[in-house]
């Protein structure tokens, strides 16, 4: 997926930042939280429950399940963890130097079913329960908990480094990497709470590539360019070749290739395909607006507000890939259902337009047209719904009707 | 072999000198360049450490000239620059200098460096990182099972950057070290007829980050036969008698061949420490004597005749790596900078660490941008970082990319040699330093925390981890200690967390009392732990003998020696050892208690008349002073919190203070007040009462840079009392 040659250019510091407070706003942010209060922060539990949870709680366990130290991420070390909630079980091996273990409170955990010092590894002796674990995350504030067999993360990286495969590419050795974590999860080496992704299929490369083909197909690229008061804000031109991404371009490359532009985005958007069809790829997918409509958008994902955008060019997809066309086919029928059901006095269309975006979503690869398909431009079709006030804020042509 | 020479078939001698610099000093006197100081005597000249980075190969060829134009227009007098292996070595054995691929013409690079008047500081790796695929080094390499590190279970060991995962060499495997031999004798004709005097090469650095390629954790690596064979090696220096060896160790042995590496954290007593704590020193000891061994073969092959540098990375504090062993294995040995604003903390702890452990402090890396994938720096970050690192002592550095190059966001000039935007405020920065003469000037401080290296040592032994190391953990801005097991292996307390709890206590207390103060490692030359007032030394029931034979004798000369919390009986090895008592030395028990910490402060302040100069209201700002022979020079106020603040600094005398980088100036009889917008810092001339404010730049300069942005050329005065 990615190339062993990829090229990353084009970036200032205030250009990245800006694509990432976008679409990678946590890592933005990064930088942004207030400084620690000490050069050795260490977790206080009594800090007030109105501390928002956020960042992981890693606890390394022992074998028999008995914890030998904790940290939070964002929060640094939980002082004294291991006593707090170290097992009381009468198969616990002795403590290391238990000079500080002497007064053990009761674990956290339920007695193990084997907690033999010699376990075997890919047994499941000493699991916290999700409660357990749901509850660490509550006393320790933070947004999830993954708790360690020791010598986990090295026995993945030994498991890793046995299948990796020269030539293999980046997003191939992911996917390996993540068997591997499946493997250790399942046998019980790390747990993780919560497991919102434990159940998902891990996908083969191949299958991976074909979903690829799809969004990018080979030789060909995407865009994205973002403006403000007509200036290019940020923008990135993505090209895919021979199965890999390999470039990614950055606003000054762009700028580089347009030359000056004119300051109205709604017609630069064509001088900014056109120069990346020249110098990157023929352009698949293209993305263009106002910073302030994309950050309006991502702020309030109501029903129908991206083809709203689409439908009044403040928001400009050129070239409208088929998947694109259909998320929009379906952000609009939302949108419509939503505005209908005001009209018609709280009957929601949208339930009844439930079948048809299902067949619009299973047919996604098979799309050629969404017009075709639906049999009727939903673009249009909204766009003949709403309107802009003087404000430029959407309204509904039909909402103040009696 | 194709032949590594320059197609123009040696160095560019010709070009005009306009600039005084690079070719001024070649007419001069041919001696070697050294290091004096901060400064870089070159011929008749010293010249600052200050250069830029850049990559010629991920330039256009074409727009080279105007990059390093724009590296001299910054105010640099030096450009640095990789030379990659992997980029030259086209198949085994055959390399491209630009034969076949103008862009691989290092030669002409260097050449028309010297053309533009900029001195040049070469990095021939062979690990170079700077975001390639390998770092670098060719994949026949990394693929080759006998050049790659092993793990306990003799497994490759993989490090997962992008864009490619991959197995890391070993520094000790002999393959490895003769295909570097090889590497080194194809690029050295092409370096070395361009050193200094009869070329721009006055730097040059042996490998990059030596670390172990960032799989540091305490059991990762290495267990690949040759180094083995160098950690058996190892303990017959270090314990010399296979007797002893088996007192110390858990298990008896025939022969020091049957000395194996733990492969994994084992111990449950404190007897059970010390093959553990051998391993995590010899794991520094690798790292210093592949830097060794290289520069040993840059020499054989033919390059040398310049001051030899190398940079540790981020995350030091944990990893495999001796500071003041590799001081000795270079002539300058510095550290990585890439901080957001926020670790002001950290930015703070590893440049006063440098400040006391070697001589010069200096960022052979200190970024502006960063790769994608980094933690997101601004440029208001890479700016804060650069001067609060001067605040604290950074003397010199290596702007790191001053050129933008593929996978780097964010360097002041463009891929076309163009400056962007923010170069303005860089240019101003070095403008400064240099008015200033800053690498001549000192930061005064009277307190030196001992760093301890033993305790470190074990922290790193006993971290729970594994690859995501201490190192890795500290880089993300947490502590290297914070993944350390409880165990106490009957000691009072966990001592692999402690030390670092109680250096902190101190660092805070200090700070809030604003005392400067520096980290002087415990194993320094034992000038570093001469000119302090006050020592202060963790000590837990284990010590190195070296370190307590130090403390004696500054304490039997008057430095103010403070070590606690315990009285230790024991050394290094475990072994029960009667230390003579520090007679003169005061033994603290409470050293993890602020409260206690920061009474014993206030008594070195009342008792001791320590010096805190141009303290700083409200408590969030911080100052540091560098002073010259007439007294202080220059003043930094740090505002690292996230509110604007009016900061009141107390003056020791009525004073300007000129700040070169806004052209304020501020006046003030016994207090000045400085505005410091959210995580900025301000540099600022002091200019004692009755003299003219320092001298400005010409108003031409002062219009030129006040158009570019945006404001009145004219200084606005602010005075306060």
């Known amino acids: 997926m990615i190339s062993g040659d990829l090229r990353f250019e084009g970036f200032d510091a205030a250009s990245w930042g800006n694509l990432l407070s976008l679409f990678s706003p946590g890592m933005a942010n990064r930088g942004r939280r207030d400084m620690d209060a000490t050069d050795f922060p260490s977790v206080n539990t009594d800090d007030g429950a109105e501390a928002k949870s956020s960042g992981t709680l890693v606890v390394v366990v022992d074998a028999s399940g008995s914890p030998l130290a904790a940290l939070h991420t964002e929060r640094g070390r939980i002082s004294g963890f291991a006593d707090r909630h170290a097992a009381s079980t009468p198969n616990t091996p002795p403590s290391n130097g238990s000079s500080g273990r002497s007064s053990r409170k009761p674990s956290l955990r339920p007695p193990a079913a084997d907690s033999s010092a010699d376990a075997r590894p890919d047994d499941r002796a000493g699991q916290f329960s999700p409660g357990d674990l749901a509850d660490l995350c509550r006393r320790y504030r933070a947004g999830r908990c993954i708790v360690l067999r020791e010598g986990a993360a090295e026995e993945l990286m030994e498991r890793v480094s046995l299948r990796l495969v020269r030539g293999e590419d980046y997003a191939a050795q992911w996917l390996t990497m993540w068997r591997v974590y499946r493997e250790l999860l399942q046998g019980g080496h790390i747990q993780i709470w919560p497991s919102t992704l434990t159940a998902l299929p891990i996908p083969t490369s191949a299958t991976l590539e074909r979903s690829l083909d799809l969004i990018l197909p080979d030789g060909r690229a995407a865009v994205v360019a973002l403006f403000d008061r007509g200036r290019l804000w940020t923008a990135a031109a993505l090209r895919r070749r021979h199965g890999h991404f390999d470039f990614v371009a950055g606003p000054d490359l762009i700028a580089h290739w347009t030359g000056p532009l004119g300051g109205d985005w709604r017609r630069d958007y064509r001088i900014v395909s056109d120069a990346v069809a020249r110098a990157v790829a023929p352009v698949h997918a293209g993305v263009y607006s106002d910073v302030s409509t994309v950050r309006a958008l991502l702020r309030e994902p109501d029903p129908g507000r991206w083809a709203r955008a689409v439908a009044v060019r403040d928001l400009i997809v050129h070239p409208t890939p088929p998947y694109a066309a259909v998320a929009l086919g379906a952000d609009a029928v939302r949108g419509v259902g939503q505005a209908t059901a005001r009209v018609l006095g709280g009957v929601n269309l949208l339930a009844a337009l439930n079948p048809v975006t299902h067949y619009v979503r299973g047919r996604i690869s098979e799309i050629a047209s969404v017009t075709e398909t639906l049999g009727f431009n939903p673009l249009s079709a909204l766009a003949s719904v709403v309107g802009k006030d003087s404000d430029g804020e959407f309204f509904d042509k039909d909402a103040d009707r009696p | ?721």
Request: include cysteine.
């Open chain 2, 1 to 721: 072999m194709t032949q590594a020479t320059s197609p123009k078939g040696g160095p560019n001698k010709t070009g005009p000198d306009k600039t005084g610099s690079a070719k001024a000093g070649r007419k001069s006197k041919s001696r070697r360049p050294k290091l004096e100081g901060a400064q870089l005597r070159i011929g008749k000249q010293r010249v600052p450490l200050f250069s830029g980075a850049m990559h010629y190969w991920r330039v256009p060829r074409h727009s080279w000239r105007a990059g390093l134009k724009e590296i001299r227009e910054l105010g640099l007098p030096i450009v640095e620059t990789y030379i990659p292996w992997s980029v030259h070595e086209t198949s085994p054995g055959v390399f491209d200098f630009g034969q076949r691929s103008p862009r691989k013409d290092v030669a002409a690079f260097l050449d028309l460096a010297a053309d533009v008047g900029l001195f040049v500081f070469a990095r021939p790796g062979p690990h170079i990182n700077a975001e390639m695929t390998y770092f670098g080094i060719p994949e026949r390499i990394v693929y080759d099972p006998d050049c790659q590190a092993r793990s306990p279970r003799q497994n490759p060991v993989v490090l997962g950057f992008p864009p490619r995962m991959f197995p890391v060499p070993s520094h000790a495997s002999a393959t490895y070290q003769q295909e570097v031999r090889q590497w080194y004798d194809a690029v050295a004709p092409i370096v070395t007829p361009r050193v200094w005097p009869k070329g721009p090469i006055v730097l040059m650095q042996v490998d990059n980050e030596a670390c172990h390629f960032f799989r540091n954790g305490p059991y990762d690596q290495d267990y690949h036969p040759d180094a083995v064979r160098q950690y058996q090696r190892f303990l017959r220096t270090r314990h010399r008698d296979l007797e002893r060896l088996s007192e110390i160790y858990p298990d008896r042995y025939g022969s020091w061949a049957d000395v194996q590496p733990p492969p994994r954290f084992e111990a449950r007593r404190a007897s059970d420490l010390p093959p553990h704590l051998d391993w995590a020193q010899f794991q520094e000891h690798m790292t210093t004597r592949a830097v060794r061994d290289l520069r040993k073969e840059m020499e054989g092959s033919g390059m040398t005749g310049t001051p030899l540098l190398h940079n540790v990375p981020l995350g030091d504090a944990g990893l495999p790596v001796s500071v003041p062993a590799l001081d000795r294995a270079v002539d300058l040995v510095g550290f990585d900078y890439y901080h957001p604003a926020r670790e002001h903390r950290t930015i703070k702890r590893r440049t006063l660490y440098l400040a006391g452990t070697v001589e010069t402090v200096y960022a052979p890396e200190l970024g502006i941008g960063a790769p994608p994938w980094f933690t997101p720096l601004s440029h208001a970050d890479s700016l804060y970082c650069a001067m609060a690192a001067l605040a604290f002592g950074m003397r010199g550095f290596n702007l790191y990319m001053a050129v933008d190059r593929d996978r780097w966001y964010g360097a002041p000039i463009n891929n076309s040699g163009r400056p962007r935007a923010h170069a303005i405020a860089w240019k101003r920065l070095i403008a400064a330093l240099r008015d200033t003469r800053f690498e001549t000037l000192h930061r005064r401080a009277e307190v030196a925390l001992v760093f301890p290296r033993p305790y470190a040592r074990l922290a790193r032994a006993t971290h729970l981890l594994g690859p995501v190391s201490p190192s890795s953990l500290e880089a993300f801005g947490r502590s290297p200690v914070d993944a350390c097991r409880e165990d106490s292996f009957e000691f009072d307390g966990p001592v692999q967390v402690r030390w670092w709890d109680m250096l902190a206590t101190f660092a805070d207390a200090l700070t809030r009392a604003s005392i400067p103060y520096v980290y002087v490692d415990s194993e320094a030359r034992a000038s570093r732990f001469e000119g302090y007032r006050v020592v202060v030394a963790p000590t837990y029931e284990f010590v190195s003998a070296k370190l307590w034979d130090r403390l004696q004798k500054l304490s039997q000369s008057g430095t103010h020696v403070v070590h606690g919390p315990c009285v230790p009986h024991l050394d290094e090895s475990m072994q029960v050892t009667e230390f003579d008592s520090l007679d003169r030395a005061h033994h603290v028990h409470d050293v993890h208690s602020p409260e206690a910490v920061d009474a014993l402060v206030s008594t070195w302040v009342s008792e001791l008349n320590l010096l805190s100069p141009f303290r700083a209201r409200p408590s969030v700002v911080e100052t540091a002073i560098h002073s010259d022979k007439r007294g202080p020079a220059v003043l930094f106020a740090m505002n690292p919190g996230q509110k604007y603040v009016e900061a009141s600094i107390e003056l020791p005398e009525p004073m300007h203070l000129y700040d070169p980088m806004s052209d304020h100036v501020f006046t003030g009889e016994r207090e000045a007040v400085i505005p410091l917008a959210p995580r900025t810092v301000r540099m600022l001339r002091c200019e004692a009462r009755g003299k003219r404010p320092r001298k400005r730049p010409s108003s031409r300069r002062r219009q030129r840079e006040g158009a570019a942005r945006n404001e009145p050329a004219d200084a606005e005065e602010n005075t306060s009392s």
